[in-house]
């Protein structure tokens, strides 16, 4: 999971920007989400054990978010 607060007034143009961004290999699932406080949030499904190397999406530029960007994994138990 794969989280970033844009800028005040920026959350369309960071959605943007998520929506341009390529991983190294495609998950099998890919939802981008957005929230108040311009929030972009991004989550990924992928076949793979729980700590194997994943391709990241990347920080967007400092200009474009308010922080750097959060990241989270979790694996699914049902």
Do not use: C, K, N
């Not at 400092?62 to 979790?74: A, D, M, P, Q």
């Amino acid at each position: 999971m794969w989280e970033a607060r844009a800028v005040p007034g920026r959350g369309e143009e960071l959605l943007a920007w998520v929506r341009r961004q390529e991983l190294a290999s495609e998950p099998l699932r890919r939802e981008i989400l957005r929230a108040p406080q311009d929030r972009v949030l991004v989550i990924t499904w992928w076949d793979a054990p729980y700590d194997a190397e994943l391709p990241e999406l990347p920080e967007p530029g400092g200009e474009l978010v308010t922080r750097t960007v959060h990241r989270w994994r979790f694996e699914s138990v049902s």
